[in-house]
């Protein structure tokens, strides 16, 4: 293989918002597009593959992650624009791409400086916020598969619906998206993203390791107020906590494990059934294994 710098037993608490989780047995971070074609083209990796990007939505458990993780934040991040729209590649933050295209005078995506991750994230999960949502925009996708090949796919090749996309096939990943955003010189999007900053900070706990929403709104409520006429608010397992500011976001206090967060989640889950009779549905994906 080609001066490839792999790393064996890597910590995965610095590559996620929640600062938790065991070790990848390998992980890369690709330089580009091409050098993460070449990697995959060698088929000389540990397999499974786990695609993150800024671990914003993901909670890893203690016994970490087998095979080979990728890291597509920082990465895979360029963006072209044109009359017809833009094209953004995955490893692309989604405040970085709210905040060019606002200074370009594009409008709509505007939404995306509340998303704190990375656009292969939220087309991932069809993140959404502010009235908004990923695939709203979406005209068609770059997918990478298992052996480096590139594949161009519309969007009615997927199945797409509130936090949940599924994938024609499994072993594809996005790295990169063309998005029907347009200019509108008398619009002030700049504007509209403070706006929306300034009700994020007011509103979340930005201040602490979170992985922003846990649980997806239910249909005509929301998790955040479930959770809190549950009194769950400041409900605590070891060192992470129902957030007092937002309800539906889970803190780690500093030296949370995984465990804590999961045994939080499941306690959630089991009270606003109890109570409610709603049964709430995770927007954090859990990966990898328990310790031991």
Known sequence: MRNVLILKNESLNKYNSWRVGGSADTLFTPKNLEDLKNFLKQEKYLK????????????????????TVIVMHAALNEIQLSDDGVYA??????????????????????????????????????????????????????????????????????LISYREVVKPKINEWF??????????????????????????KNTQPLNWPTAGSTFRNPK??????????????????????VSDKHANFIINLGEASAKDIEDIIEHIEAEVFKRKGI??????????????
């Open 220 to 241: 005509d409520t929301f998790a955040a107020k479930l959770i809190e006429e549950c009194g769950l608010k400041g409900f605590r397992v070891g060192n992470a906590e």
């Open 89 to 158: 590649e995955a490893g692309n933050t989604c405040a970085k791409i709210a905040k060019t295209l606002a200074k370009e005078h594009y409008v709509g995506a505007e939404f995306f400086a509340g998303i704190p991750g990375t656009i292969g994230g939220a087309l991932a999960m069809n993140a959404g916020c502010y009235g908004s949502e990923t695939w709203n925009y979406v005209a068609r996708v770059n997918m990478i598969d298992q052996a480096g090949n590139l594949i161009t796919r519309s969007k009615s090749e997927f």
């Open 48 to 67: 499974p593959l786990t695609f993150i990007g800024l671990g914003s939505n993901i909670l890893v458990r203690d016994g970490g992650i087998r095979g």
């Open 279 to 292: 049964k709430l549905e995770r927007e954090v994906k859990i990966l990898g294994d328990f310790l031991n």
């Open 175 to 200: 790295v990169g998206a063309w998005f029907n955003f347009k200019k509108d010189l008398a619009a002030d999007p700049e504007s509209k993203i403070k706006e929306y900053l300034n009700h994020r």
